[in-house]
């Protein structure tokens, strides 16, 4: 099974739909442009969020068994992912890609 390097490549916060639509909270994410996570098959790396693997670990499963090509080469890499996590409020995109072992 292939690793799988996930990076943190941007994070957005719509405060208009927070300040309409939800109710304020102190915490909601800890993750950092470029901040990079390597999984080992289907376990959640320590630190990333379970809302974000949620949304990821398809994708991730697949491309540590050697899958890829998501939707008919919507990647210019077939080996790799760009996934947002579900938060409507300060979605964070990853890039998902499947480690190449030496």
């Given amino acids: ?17 927070m300040e309409k639509y939800e109710n304020p909270i102190d915490h909601a994410c800890d993750m950092v442009e470029e901040q ?4 080992d098959g289907w376990q ?3 630190g990333l969020c ?6 990821m670990s398809p994708f991730v499963m697949t491309l540590a ?3 890829g090509n998501f939707y008919d080469g919507w990647m210019k890499n077939p080996k790799s992912a760009m996934i947002s996590c579900n938060d409507g ?12 072992e030496e």
């Fill in 1 to 17: 099974m292939k690793k799988i390097r996930i990076t943190v490549m941007r994070k957005a916060c719509y405060h208009d739909l």
């Fill in 36 to 39: 990079v996570f390597i999984a």
């Fill in 44 to 46: 959640r790396p320590e």
């Fill in 50 to 55: 379970e809302s974000a693997w949620e949304s």
């Fill in 65 to 67: 068994h050697g899958g």
């Fill in 89 to 100: 409020f300060r979605p964070v995109s990853f890039l998902i890609e499947a480690i190449e």
